[in-house]
C-alpha cells in the first residue's frame, strides 16, 4: 500500500516574473535610471522594473500547481500585450492530507 | 603578461527582488487574493506581490559590481522600514574593454 491518497495535497509556492517587454516604454526603469546621477552612481544601465508575485498553491501534484499559476499570470498578474512573465517554483513546502 | 587590464570592465545584469516584509499589508497582494473567486480559482494563497528590478552594472569584478547594486537597493529600490531585498546575479554579460 501507497501512503499517498488520492486526495494528498502539496503546496507548493511560486515567484511569477512579470516583466515590460523589450521595446514597452518602461517608466519606472527610466525614473531609477534618472536618480543615479544625484547618488553619484556610474556604470549602471538598461534598468528594468516589473513586479514579483509570491504565491502558494495546494494541488495534488506538481504539474496541477502549475497549471494553476500558468492560468492566473496569463489572466490576472500580465497583461500579454506589454509584458513577459516566467513562472519560478520556489519551494515544494509542506504535504496537507485532506483526507 | 596577462590579458586582464586593470581597466577592462565586466558587465553584470542582476535581479533585485523587493517583496514587502512579513507582516506588512500588501493591498496589491490581497487584491489578487480577491480577484481568484471570480476566475474560479481555488486553493491559491498567501499572495505577496513585491517589484522585480533587473539592472546592468559595469565594473572591474563581481564584487565591485555587487556593491553598487547593494548601495542602490538599500537606497533607492527598496524602503527597508516595510521591504526586504534580495539580490540575484543573473549573468556576466560581456567583457568591455576600455583601455
Redesign the interface.
Known amino acids: 500500500m501507497s501512503d499517498q491518497s488520492p486526495t494528498e495535497?502539496v503546496a507548493y509556492?511560486f515567484a511569477v516574473?512579470?516583466?515590460p517587454k523589450s521595446g514597452i516604454l518602461d517608466p519606472q526603469?527610466r525614473a531609477?535610471e534618472q536618480?543615479?546621477p544625484h547618488?553619484g552612481?556610474a556604470?549602471?544601465?538598461?534598468?528594468?522594473?516589473?513586479?514579483?508575485?509570491?504565491?502558494?498553491?495546494?494541488?495534488v501534484d506538481e504539474a496541477a500547481a502549475l497549471a494553476?499559476v500558468e492560468?492566473?499570470a496569463h489572466?490576472?498578474?500580465a497583461n500579454p500585450l506589454i509584458e513577459a512573465y516566467r513562472i519560478e517554483l520556489v519551494a515544494a513546502i509542506a504535504a496537507a492530507r485532506t483526507a
Do not use: I
Open positions: 495535497r509556492r516574473h512579470v516583466m526603469g531609477v536618480s543615479l547618488l552612481v556604470g549602471v544601465r538598461d534598468v528594468r522594473v516589473g513586479r514579483r508575485v509570491e504565491l502558494t498553491v495546494e494541488a494553476v492560468r492566473l489572466e490576472l498578474l
